[in-house]
């Protein structure tokens, strides 16, 4: 009995560094194109929001499973609870009746408003953009003072690369 008993306090001590040292993983859905923040390139995830998400988590104890999605699928996915998080979205009004945000933004995401070089226009706000024709992507969300503005005229392009 005592033989037994030993054994099974080695088996004990020689497995909880297993159990003690493996690491929790949590799920994140990951978008796949909104570059420098987070894409697919060379068929790998990369992108300043994977890194800074990959390392806070690390820091607490966890490892990141990403899966990649559109930005669309990826909003969906959680808004109806089929996941817990996806990044990089807007934190607008509309977004937010659906999902919830950190109290603390990991990285911070402002939208801009690029125009031509050539053009003599700079500084332009929402409101400079009534009458005009501006190129966005498909499925994102601008902010609702963009989004439901009916005097932009939003021209959707599938990707981001599609704009260029």
């Known amino acids: ?27 994140i859905i990951a978008e796949n194109d909104f570059y420098p923040y987070g894409g697919v390139y060379k068929n790998e995830l990369s992108g300043i929001s994977v890194d800074v998400i990959q ?30 998080a996806c990044f990089n979205t807007l934190k607008d009004s509309t977004v937010m009746k659906r999902v919830d945000f950190p109290k603390h933004e990991l990285i911070g995401i402002k939208g801009i408003i690029v125009s031509r070089v050539d053009s003599n226009e700079k500084n332009l706000t929402y409101k400079d953009l009534e009458g005009k024709s501006v190129a966005i992507t498909n499925g994102y969300q601008y902010g609702i003072e963009f989004d439901e503005n009916k005097k932009i005229n939003h021209q959707m392009a599938q990707s981001d690369q599609d704009l260029l």
């Open 55 to 84: 390392e806070a988590y690390k820091a607490a104890g966890y490892k990141v499973k990403f899966i990649v999605l559109p930005y669309d699928r990826c909003y969906e996915e959680v808004a109806s609870g089929k996941n817990i």
């Open 1 to 27: 009995m005592l033989k037994f008993s030993k054994n099974i306090i080695y088996l004990f001590f020689f497995f909880l560094p297993q159990f003690v040292m493996a690491e929790k993983t949590v799920t």
